[in-house]
């Protein structure tokens, strides 16, 4: 609509709201369309006219910046079926922070199913990797383009954006390292050190001797961070990053003179090592600053001795805090064999001293992780420090919880009128809600209803949506 037609549309509006007759003052190709008519007819012609104009012609222009998104990509698993959708919502509301709204989107893809977008979409890369495309689509702000379903190359590296190139070259780690190295190699220098930290962080997978030379490579890149993972990747090679001389300003040196070297065993003797007494508060956090920054292997060759002879003659249970710094500098920086062969050590222990392998989790294998949480339900005593990163759902049997104290010590809790007891159970049901079989979760429910917990309670809520998806065959 032109300026003269807003003109003319501005009278004619002064005067219906005046009685009058307005077909004099509308524009001539209004008028082209209500003449012939009589003058009661020639009027409703032209309100009719006025208020489609009204209506659509003088709506805001969109700004010129604004651009037009693709579609929401399509994923590779079904969404979830309407019938378990309130569930799902009832889950979600529950769920008290982004990290475990993932893991209800993690249990529902163990089942088969994608969540709906109006009712959750994907925030971070610690979704699950279903959900790729989605936290692409949310980054592609230009609109413009999607990545591609061919296989990343580095002449298509830019048309990928960053989780789905996260997840190829993960794949690739896994079934072709070297060629994903080669790529990560070539394209890693050219991006921000937040991206280069996420792609080095990928050379875990498939880990090998070959890797040596690039991230050997990476002692000289700008980023502090990078250089940090670098150096701990190598450790976990036995590369030695940092060359220990022994002087005053070596932190090798320095961290060793904490730990007391010793002799036990009449017929057969060994090599112990134990921490040394602190101090003060001072000593500790010193202590602990250098545990973060040393690697293992730096540190055995302090010792003239071996991870694995390192490890063997640590002694647990000495000093709580120094065994938690131990088993921190495993997970980071120990080779593949001294973080097997302390995670077994641990939960042989049982009691507190198997706690400690929570600080190995990220890197152990789904068996030693089932082992330790089957450990830890059946002492009780610390189930609140379950810790589900990168746990698999999907595998908590019946008798799981049934061998030891644990469905005995939830019973209590849920009859009890304890607040703080009452708050622990509701994290623990959401624990098992997110490992359990359906089976179990139904078992479960049935039982703590038995116990006390209201029916409808929210703590309830992953397990009731857990128990309503028996599987990949579930009806629609």
Known sequence: MNE???????????????????????????????????????????????????DVALRPAAPTTLKRRPLLPRLALPILPPRFRPLLRAALKHAADARRKARVAALVASRGFVLHPMDWMPSDQNSPDVYAPWIDWQASMNGERLAPQEKLTAENWDEFYPAARRLAL?????????????????????????????????????LSAEDVPFLKSLSADRSGKVRELAGRLLAR?????????????????????????????????????????????????????????????????????????????????????ADILIARMVAASGSEAALTQMADTLIAEGGKPALFVLHLMPRLDNRRK???????????????MINLEGIDVD??????????????????AAGGKDDAARRGLD??????????????????????????????????????????????????
């Open 237 to 321: 090679l036995g590369e030695h990053v940092r060359p220990s001389d022994g002087g005053p300003d070596d932190p090798v040196a320095e961290l060793a003179a904490f730990i007391t070297e010793g002799r036990s065993g009449f017929i057969r003797r060994r090599t112990i090592y134990t921490p040394a007494k602190l101090k003060s508060q001072a000593q500790e956090q010193r202590r602990a600053e250098l545990f973060e920054i040393c690697n293992l292997v730096d540190l055995t060759e302090r010792f003239n001795t071996t991870e694995a002879e390192f490890i063997g003659g640590w002694q647990f249970g000495a000093d709580n805090k």
């Open 370 to 384: 089932r082992v330790l949480i089957r450990l830890i339900l059946k002492e009780t005593t610390y189930l609140g």
């Open 427 to 476: 994290d623990v049901l959401e624990t098992i809600g997110f490992l359990a079989t359906a089976t179990t979760a139904a078992k479960l429910i049935d039982d703590m209803v038995a116990a006390g917990v209201p029916p409808a309670a929210p703590s309830l809520g992953l397990l009731r949506l857990n128990a309503s998806l028996a599987g990949p065959g579930t009806n629609t």
């Open 4 to 54: 003269s037609e807003q003109t003319g549309l501005a009278a004619m509006r002064d005067c219906w709201i005046t009685g009058g007759a307005t077909f004099d003052l509308a524009p001539a190709g209004w008028k082209a369309i209500a003449g012939g008519a009589s003058p009661d007819e020639q009027e409703r012609r032209l309100l009719a006219i006025a208020a489609q104009a009204l």
């Open 170 to 206: 993960a794949d690739m780690r896994r079934t072709d390292p070297t060629s994903a190295r080669m790529l990560i190699e070539a394209k890693a220098s050219g991006e921000p050190a937040e991206v280069r930290l996420v792609l080095v962080e990928l050379m875990r997978f498939g």
């Open 395 to 412: 595998w908590l049997e019946w008798d799981d919880l049934t061998n030891g104290q644990a469905l005995a010590a939830l019973r209590s």
